[in-house]
């Protein structure tokens, strides 16, 4: 019965993805989208957030390996968000530079700090 309902629910997942495909968005080609996705992080660094690139990522399946592959999206750090979410947009950004913001008076340095130390290894 498991198995069933697994084998169901991928099927399904297939005819989703195969739905989108027939939509006017998802048939964008991959560097439009990639342009429509930058559009969504203004470049001046006051006025960006991640937020946009993430809710895109998670429209359909599409749209998130565009997003996925396309490192430029994600080298926007905000360093008062979670650990994991540093992780991950570290990873994503991969060999891009990056840049990196506070809303709060934090020193990232070290040399002050009573944090625990974050290691970056991927």
């Known amino acids: 019965m498991k198995i069933k309902r697994e084998v169901l629910l991928a099927q399904a997942c297939h005819i989703n993805r195969q739905l989108n495909e027939l939509t006017h968005p998802g048939r964008l080609p991959c560097e439009i989208l990639s342009e429509v996705f930058r559009n969504i992080c203004p470049y001046n660094p006051t006025e960006r957030t991640s937020y946009g ?3 895109a990522a998670q429209v359909c399946h599409r749209w998130r390996e565009v997003a996925l592959g396309n490192s430029t999206l994600w080298t ?29 008076d934090t020193d990232y340095s070290g040399s002050d700090s009573d944090d625990e130390e974050w290691s970056f290894n991927g």
């Open 53 to 55: 690139v993430l809710t």
């Open 76 to 104: 926007h750090i905000e360093m008062d968000r979670s650990e994991s979410y540093i992780k991950m947009m570290l990873r994503r950004s991969r060999d891009c530079l990056v840049d990196v913001s506070s809303t709060r």
